[in-house]
């Protein structure tokens, strides 16, 4: 039995022991190439082989620190040239301090290891620490930089490398995220590159921070509208809607989009909630007295829609739904007298409000004459209850096409 244990032990000598001089030799190669002051991307490659050659060197420190020399190496030689306005790869320049950062990542993990005595001893983190928070700033600029190239994909990694920094043990101390104004401004670009990926996930993941830019926190919640609504979150997706609105009445995105949820939910109470309160701050802006003219007439306040539309075509004659609506009200209101026991009685009321009904439907249809389907029906039967033949055989030709 000993003798087996000792042939074991003696063959996995002979295996491990080619291994380590190969490796040996690797390492002294690339430490030369940096020594000569030249081939410090040789000296890289030839560490990068070493860990995707055997999985078990990727616990060897003296790997990574030479592999941490050779790139800041390049990233000086390359620095250089562009101090120089000599011509250099750009896009390699940036790709070098984000390199710099995985391998001094990877580098602190392994120096904070305990030792056979269960002792940790850091010997390259306060060094290393200093010299990639010089080059931090490289990382926004290179997330930028693939942004411009509408490269979503890379400026997020270079984005999110810079805000996770503060997260690891290798920049103990510097609080960056208490310290450092750039990371709300950083976030927001992360949050747009996720956004034009269409990728909820990574839209969504550093939107607190954000938001905290005050000068896009707008176009943040925006972005994370979009994202609750690829993930079919209606909750956070209202949620967020309110939000925007809330804190930005007056933007584009967040109203129209309230006022359609709630009217595709049937809910015009809302809608017209929503419309008092941005009228509140804005009471002359077109957009909100229009949903509030919609969703009056969605509640059958027949009488107060016809009066903010009323209201509307006085700021803007040229804008079509407000006839339309006025229009509705009063056909609406006809049916409703058609409707009672004795409608007889109102015969001259409802034709009155046919009366009334028509120029408005009219003019909507000069205004939106490819709305064939709105104004259509109610001119059919507005000219058929006001006996006009010929307008009604036109009409009727139209609708026949519908």
Known sequence: ?????????????????????????????????????????????????????????????????????????????????????????????????????????????????????????????????????????????????HLRRDNYATAYDFFETYLQAGEKPLFTGYDYPQKDPRIPEVAYWAEYAGYKMQDATLTLRYFDEAVRDTAKARYAMQYACEAYRWQKDEQRYLEMLKRGFDRYPDFPYFFPRLIDYYQAQERPDSALYYADQALRTYPQEQLFLLAKSVALLNLERYDECIDVSEQLISRNDTLAEPYFNIATAKLNQALVLEQKSQPRIYREQIRQLYMEARPYMEAYRKLAPDEKRKWAPSLYRIYLNLNMGRQFEEIDKVMKKL
């Not at 710099?100 to 993990?109: C, P, Q």
């Not at 928070?133 to 990382?139: A, G, K, Y």
């Open 1 to 145: 039995m000993k003798k087996q244990q000792t042939m074991v032990l003696l063959l996995l000598l002979l295996m491990i022991t080619p291994c380590l001089r190969a490796q040996k030799k690797e390492l002294s190669q690339a430490r030369s190439y940096i020594k000569s002051g030249k081939d410090y991307d040789k000296a890289e490659k030839l560490m990068t082989d070493l860990l995707e050659k055997d999985a078990a060197n990727r616990t060897n420190e003296k790997i990574y620190l030479i592999w941490f020399q050779a790139v800041t190496k390049q990233y000086e030689a390359a620095n250089e040239k562009l101090y120089l306005k000599q011509k250099y790869d750009t896009a390699a320049f940036f790709n070098l301090t984000r390199r710099l950062y995985t391998i001094g990542e990877a580098l602190d993990t392994l120096d904070a290891l305990p030792d056979e005595k269960g002792r940790v001893k850091m010997h390259y983190r306060e060094d290393h620490a200093r010299l990639l928070d010089q080059l931090r700033l490289n990382l926004y600029y290179g997330g930028t930089y």
